[in-house]
């Protein structure tokens, strides 16, 4: 794995606690203290799109984004939460 940033997460102290505290449910303190939102925690597409697959059987962590619609001037007139799927990296494997 690469310590690169590959997500174009942004940052939130609400989904990055929510997505650790079930890292730690799943996997353990130790998996949650190497959790980086940035390089090893993607969606599916994410994964796919650098050669890896999810496992067979690996179940999604839940998380979600808010999404902004603008008026014409680019003023933000609506925000709305989006859920979205997740996949650690232990529960990927190499692309065959």
């Known amino acids: 794995m690469t310590t690169e940033q590959l997500s ?3 940052g ?3 989904t990055y ?8 449910a ?5 998996a949650g ?9 993607l969606t599916y597409k994410q994964w796919q799109s650098l ?3 999810v496992k067979a059987g690996e179940k999604s962590i839940r998380s979600f ?4 619609k603008k008026d014409e001037e680019g003023n933000v007139v609506e925000r709305r939460p989006k859920r979205i ?3 650690y990296s232990c529960q990927v494997e190499q692309a065959k």
């Open 8 to 10: 174009n997460w942004r």
């Open 12 to 14: 939130s102290a609400t």
């Open 17 to 24: 606690e929510l997505v650790k505290s079930q890292i730690i």
């Open 26 to 30: 799943r996997w353990g303190q130790e």
């Open 33 to 41: 203290a190497a959790y980086d939102p940035r390089t090893n925690c």
């Open 51 to 53: 050669g890896y697959q």
């Open 65 to 68: 984004i808010m999404i902004e």
């Open 85 to 87: 799927n997740l996949f």
